[in-house]
């Protein structure tokens, strides 16, 4: 017997500003700072596009129209995650 498809997730993910220097991020009640020296794909991205974000997981957030996929661990815990990815020119 398969499991049917899960559910839509009821966490919610919400870009509340962009800055100068990176975007802030609304992720279970609490804010979360992505500077762009670590997340270079948000730098000259356009503004429309940052602020669709989607978490179809809890522990996973995309931005469709930049189709960059974040764990959620990488925000919160960057540590484990030396490898910084350049922006494709």
């Given at each position: 017997m398969r499991s049917g498809l899960p559910g839509t997730s009821t966490s919610s993910a919400e870009v509340v500003a962009i800055?100068?220097?990176g975007v802030w991020l609304l992720l279970d009640d609490r804010?979360?700072?992505l500077p762009f020296e670590?997340?270079?794909w948000f730098?000259?991205?356009p503004v429309?596009?940052?602020l669709v974000v989607e978490r179809p997981l809890p522990h996973h957030l995309?931005?469709?129209?930049?189709d960059?996929?974040?764990h959620v661990d990488s925000?919160?815990?960057p540590e484990r995650y030396p490898l910084v990815a350049k922006p494709q020119d």
């Open positions: 800055t100068p220097n804010e979360r700072f670590s997340f270079p730098r000259d991205a429309k596009d940052v995309y931005w469709p129209e930049l960059v996929d974040l925000i919160e815990a």
